[in-house]
């Protein structure tokens, strides 16, 4: 290191402190970055590296930011999981002997970005800790550091459970202890970016003491001060803004892993990964941001607790019932920022007047608000909006300081009202008198001299000056202008006169900056005391955006509201899939009834491809959901159990990352279904045992229909192509065939998405095979040995009798009817022919789907017809 300049040897020293980081290091008016940071960052960033000379034989490579432009950069580098050190000039350069003191006042990490483009409005932006605990119990805190929200929770459960809530909250950075485990590391990160920040201190901080007192649990604690201990580490300035820690239990709130919640696509669609589409999008109709993040929350945990749903639907039948009350709501809701985001920049000290002026518009609504609630006034909505706090004398103090336009910087004055403070007034009084000096004085000299065109000018390097052009110098009495600069065709002057008024002038404008600075300080530092009362604020706000967003949604949509029962009755008539129907047009949409409960507990369906099978699925657990959170659901009538939990697995091609393939992710999931799910849940599966050859998966299915029935008696959907299932409704009691049905017209099928008793009678692969275009001709043959197969088809029955169904000899097959030609015995047969048929006995055909038989068909034929 001593081959270094002594500011390339700080350099290091404090990059030695943050290997993981990138160093943004200032010099001046710029960011800069070396070494290893700056190859890195130049790529990352698309910005050019060079290289400067730092004692060393080797240039170091370099590139750097202008300071003003750094925010974009970092938003760039954290939106890709990197963490950013911001080492800042700690001292005056203009005092500083030798090197100038610099230190990082900030490491901005994905977690906890206050601002910028990486926080969305409508999304929270979780950091996460993870603490082990003997018998592998996870303690999970998570924060959100803009919003100040902060939740703890203990899972004795697998690990999976823990990548579940990690990738539920969206957590985008995870700190654990050094030693964790590598093994988890990698399950969590394959399903989701995360980034991983270590600290090793669980002990508690004094000044967070009061944030815990909640917490009986020591583990609680434990994971709690991990996470707060490495947040005071890296933000080093004041959290005082984070809300008490409310510690929660998954067991309080309907389980669903990962995989069900994204087939479900509940937050976001699988394909697009983004909201559209999604029952969120379908959902969010919030006027705030906080709405929208509650709204979020509420869909990721339906409810368990029968009071407790029972409570969000009486709020919502009180907006359904005050429709110009709500939209008027709606109106004023609009104009409510996101308090909670505020909250936590005022505590970090980075908001400016203009904040402020919208927390006073903010303000301003609520009693709006309250008054309109007011009038609504029922039962327990009574109750959330007596807690609707104006903070009346926060909005005074903002009413009476700041004026109505502020500039954004808060240094340059012109914030703060007149009359807020009496030396303001002076100061400004000075200055503004001043300027009428100014004017006097112009008149003065303009009648002293007679020159008209005379000004009186302001410029930085000698402040105030009188011009006089050139023709008119000679009218200038001598020795009592002091020239200070020649221009082309004029000269500048001061007088003694000038330079006092000067004096004044200035004094009181840079007093008055300062001053109005000062007072912006104190106006901020009132708000800063008002934190938890605006959070909560900010809570009860965004409850009501989210239940009149229900009442909304349940309204325009012409949902119903649902009825509970504890006898696992579920009656859904004319159901439908809220998000298809949306996207369809509610005319088209063809809706469906479901009914089950004891005696009848799973539905077995089959139907044409591309018939909405999985549509139909998908509509009960939305339902289901939509009901557990409170809202109305997509249906007429809406008899419902509470389910404790939700089973999916509809397929797509998920989890090639994991390298499993389909089929075994298929029994992974499976085995979730079947070790976790009770009599209170619903399972889904859609076509499970088809990635297999036929006889395996049709035996595995089965097998898994009769478990659940036998062993589990969870409400379950199941659907399947193999129409040889259909005939476990004789075994099976609780098990009941439904189809969609389809009918067919003038030789086409129309699906007519209608579900209706009993088992389709027949597959319509071919159908769609023909909607796919294949050729006309190969339809036709496909056709032809359809029917002759379904001739030839045994009583179904005693598949029933064997678990796996009898695999047919290859014998029948040759009494096919396979060609147009008179039948043939064997001796007649052509040498081709005979050809043929053997390559037709040798064909697997257990191990073909059903295309690839009609190529080989096809093939076969076309040989034939030589
Ligand atoms: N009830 C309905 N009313 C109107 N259209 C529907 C309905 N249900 C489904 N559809 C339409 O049919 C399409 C196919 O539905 P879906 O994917 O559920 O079929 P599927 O039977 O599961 O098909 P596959 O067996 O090929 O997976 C949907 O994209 C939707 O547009």
Not at 112 to 139: P, Y
Not at 203 to 209: H, P
Not at 213 to 222: E, F, G, I, M, V
């Amino acid at each position: 290191m001593g081959q270094y300049t002594p500011m390339i040897q700080q350099y290091l020293k404090v990059k030695a402190e943050y290997p993981d980081a990138f160093l943004f290091f200032r010099l001046g008016d710029f960011y800069e970055m070396f070494f290893e940071d700056a190859i890195n960052a130049s790529q990352e960033l698309e910005i050019t590296l060079t290289s400067r000379d730092g004692g060393s034989e080797e240039r170091i490579p370099m590139c750097g930011v202008p300071y003003h432009s750094a925010p974009g950069y970092i938003d760039i580098l954290v939106g890709k999981g990197y963490k950013v050190a911001i080492c800042e000039q700690t001292e005056d350069p203009k005092q500083a002997k030798g090197v100038i003191k610099r230190e990082v006042v900030q490491l901005i990490t994905p977690g906890t970005m206050m601002e910028g483009k990486g926080l969305t409005d409508k999304e929270n932006n979780f950091i996460a800790s993870l603490t082990v605990f003997e018998d592998n119990c996870f303690g999970l805190a998570y924060a959100d550091l803009s919003t100040g929200e902060n939740r703890v929770t203990i899972i004795e459960d697998r690990f999976e459970t823990v990548v579940n809530e990690i990738i539920t909250i969206g957590a985008r950075e995870v700190v654990v202890h050094s030693d964790f485990s590598e093994d988890f590391k990698l399950k969590l990160s394959e399903r989701s970016t995360l980034t991983f920040s270590i600290e090793e201190d669980t002990s508690l901080k004094q000044e967070y003491a009061p944030l815990l007192t909640s917490l009986q649990d020591k583990r609680h604690h434990a994971a709690v001060n991990r996470l707060l201990n490495y947040l005071n580490r890296t933000q080093k300035r004041s959290l005082d803004h984070l809300q008490k820690v409310s510690a929660y239990m998954l067991h309080q709130f309907m389980k669903m892993d990962y995989y069900s919640k994204r087939n479900l696509e509940l937050t976001e669609t699988i394909r697009s990964k983004g909201k559209k589409g999604s029952l969120l999008w379908l959902l969010d109709e919030t006027k705030t941001a906080m709405g929208g993040r509650m709204l979020k929350q509420w869909i990721d945990r339906p409810l368990l607790s029968m009071d407790g749903i029972l409570l969000r639907q009486t709020h919502v039948d009180a907006f359904l019932a005050n429709y110009f009350e709500r939209e008027d709501l709606r109106d004023h809701l609009k104009e409510v920022y996101d308090l909670e985001r505020l909250a936590g920049r005022v505590a970090f000290g980075n908001v400016n007047a203009r904040d402020l002026i919208q927390l006073k518009y903010s303000l301003q609504q609520v009693p709006v608000l309250k008054s309109i609630m007011e009038s609504i006034g029922k039962g327990s909505l009574e109750e959330l909006t007596a807690t609707l706090d104006p903070c009346e004398e926060l909005q005074d103090l903002l009413e009476r300081s700041l004026i109505e336009n502020p500039p954004i910087s808060v240094k340059e004055g012109g914030i703060i009202q007149d009359g807020f403070n009496e030396d303001l007034d002076r100061y400004r009084d000075a200055s503004r008198n001043g300027k009428k000096w100014l004017a006097q004085l112009e008149q003065e000299e303009r009648s002293r001299t007679g020159i008209k065109s005379l000004k009186i000018g302001y410029n930085r390097i000698f402040g105030y000056f009188i011009e006089v052009t050139k023709s008119n110098l000679q009218h200038l009495e001598e020795g009592r202008y002091e020239r200070k600069q020649t221009l082309a065709n004029a000269e500048r002057f001061i007088t003694p006169e000038l330079k006092e008024t000067e004096a004044l002038i200035l004094e009181a404008e840079e007093k008055s900056v300062d001053l109005e600075y000062e007072l912006f300080k104190q106006v901020r530092e009132t708000v800063k005391e008002y934190i938890p009362r605006l959070q909560s604020l900010a809570k009860v706000i965004s409850e009501l955006d989210v239940l009149q967003c229900f009442a909304t949604v349940s309204e325009k949509r012409h949902y119903v509201k649902p009825v509970f029962n504890h006898k696992r009755k579920m009656i859904i008539r004319d159901g439908r899939h809220p998000v298809v129907e949306k996207v369809m047009n509610a005319q088209e949409y063809v809706p469906n009834d479901c009914e089950m409960d004891s005696e009848r507990e799973q539905l077995l369906i089959t139907g044409p491809n591309m018939s909405g099978k999985s549509t139909y699925m998908r509509q009960i657990a939305l339902t289901a959901i939509l009901a557990q959170i409170g809202c109305y659901v997509p249906a007429s009538e809406a008899v419902l159990p509470i389910f404790d939990q939700i089973f999916t697995r509809i397929g797509a091609a998920d989890d090639l990352i994991s390298g499993q393939s389909t089929f075994m992710v298929e029994m992974l999931e499976a085995k979730n279904a079947i070790t976790h799910a009770t009599e209170q849940s619903l399972i889904l599966f859609d076509e499970i045992g088809r990635g297999t050859s036929t006889y395996d998966g049709m035996a595995l299915a089965q097998a898994i229909i009769e478990y659940i029935h036998q062993y589990i008696g969870a409400k379950t959907l199941f659907s399947t192509h193999y129409h040889e299932l259909t005939v476990l409704e004789k075994e099976l009691p609780k098990l009941r065939n439904v189809h969609v049905s389809a009918i067919e017209q003038n030789g086409k099928v129309v699906f007519l998405h209608k579900i209706k008793q009993g088992p389709a009678d027949k597959s319509y692969g071919i159908h769609v095979a023909q909607l796919a275009e294949l050729p006309p001709k190969l339809i036709q043959r496909a056709n032809e040995i359809l029917l002759t197969l379904e001739n030839m088809d045994q009583p179904k029955a005693e598949l029933n009798v064997r678990p796996v169904p009898e695999i047919r000899e290859a014998g029948p097959l040759e009494q096919l009817s396979l060609f147009d030609e008179p039948k043939k015995t064997k001796k007649e047969l052509t040498s081709k022919e005979r050809k043929i048929v053997e390559e037709l006995k040798s064909i697997e055909l257990l191990e073909m789907n059903p295309l690839q038989a009609m190529n080989v068909l096809y093939e076969l034929q076309k040989k034939l017809k030589g």
